[in-house]
Structures are given as structure tokens and as C-alpha cells.
Nanobody, 112 residues
Framework: QVQLVESGGGLAQPGGSLRFSCAAS????????MSWVRQAPGKGLEWVSG????????YYADSVKGRFTISRDNAKNTLYLQMNSLQPEDTAVYYC?????WGLGTQVTVSS
């Protein structure tokens, strides 16, 4: 059974940083591309970033390019998202995603 458990969200000030992780289990993590997806209050899902199984290819939404960094540690079955220069519009629930499976999400609030 696939399990994706996000951790590390929270409150940040504009211009601040947060880093969170997604611990994966129940599938061969190193064989799968992974993504981060977010949902802002009252809005639909927005794809944020994706990374190939071996980390060789990485992609970002234009809205986060240059500010967010996705990474993975296949030895630890863990996906990461480093978020810098946070803006209020980054406020959302962030989900870890693999194929049709999702974590429960972690809340990020950017406010002064």
C-alpha cells in the first residue's frame, strides 16, 4: 500500500523559507518520478514541480521557478521541496504525488 507522508509545513513571512519532506513507502520509490502539487484556498490543484526517478530531470511551474528546489534521496525514500523567497500567493496545502497516489498534504501559510 502506497503511503506518502508530508512534513515540515508551517508559517513563514514573505521573503522567508521553508523546507518540507515526503516520506514514501509501499512502492519502489527509486523507480518512480515524483511531484509536488498545491492547492491554494478556494482554487484548484496546481502542479508545482516534478523530478525523474533518478533525479536526472527536474521541472518547475513558472510561478515557482528560481525560488523552489525539488530534490530526492532514493536511499531514504524521501522527496523534498525547498521553498525560498516565499510570497503570500504561495499559501496553499502542498501534496506529494506519485501516479494516482497522494499524501494528506501539509499547510504552508505565508503572511506577515
Amino acid at each position: 500500500q502506497v503511503q506518502l507522508v508530508e512534513s515540515g509545513g508551517g508559517l513563514a513571512q514573505p521573503g522567508g523559507s521553508l523546507r518540507f519532506s515526503c516520506a514514501a513507502s509501499g512502492f519502489p520509490f527509486s523507480d518512480y518520478a515524483m511531484s509536488w502539487v498545491r492547492q491554494a484556498p478556494g482554487k484548484g490543484l496546481e502542479w508545482v514541480s516534478g523530478i525523474y526517478s533518478d533525479g536526472s530531470n527536474i521541472y518547475y511551474a513558472d510561478s515557482v521557478k528560481g525560488r523552489f528546489t525539488i530534490s530526492r534521496d532514493n536511499a531514504k525514500n524521501t522527496l523534498y521541496l525547498q521553498m525560498n523567497s516565499l510570497q503570500p500567493e504561495d499559501t496553499a496545502v502542498y501534496y506529494c504525488n506519485v501516479d494516482a497516489d497522494w499524501g494528506l498534504g501539509t499547510q504552508v501559510t505565508v503572511s506577515s
